[in-house]
């Protein structure tokens, strides 16, 4: 699979396509905010690992197993970004599995930390037919990406996990649920004081009370 997901074009082409996007957002350009909470909500030792999260795998393996059901991947955001770009189509699970598992340790050899952190908020859907992150803001919030607050950045890190769950136009209650769990993750692993978390929690009555979360921008 691997070997076929790369046949007719190198890695480093591919990743040239996307980047020649109109949508593409580089990683200078957005919120530091942002990319907080993604890495705190997704993959919060993401710079401490490489391609793959051993201790991450051991847990979900572990809580799987206990709780009878799938709860956790353990997936990297390298292996997420893999998946996105050469696999989201294939179904069969353990050669994707293992195609991921080879792709990512190529994006960790031949890309940093922030690009490959950068290829992932571009490329993961956000649903109502939006992929990456500038079309899911022009979409949810009428505005570019690199204009995202605090509020914005913690929501929009939290949609991806279940697009079709947490996007705002579907219910916002469970956005906003998924938001506090961001926000709480933030705090957690450093990003936000127990002052600054706090705040922005109290401060979310008013920004769903004034945000119209409609499906503004069509990209197709």
Known sequence: MYNKALAGKSLDEVISELRSSPNYIKYEDLPQNYINAVIAVEDHRYREHGAIDIIAIARAIYTNITNFELLEGGSTITQQVAKNIFYIENSNPIPRKIAEIITAFDLEKNYSKNEIVELYVNTIYFGDGYYGIEEACKGYLDKSAPEMNLQDCTMMAGVPNAPSVYA??????????????????????????DKDSQKLLNSLDKYYENENFSNKFFPY
């Open 168 to 193: 705002p136009t579907i219910n916002p209650e469970l956005t906003r649920s998924r938001q506090e769990k961001v926000i709480s993750d933030m705090h957690e692993y450093g990003y936000l004081s």
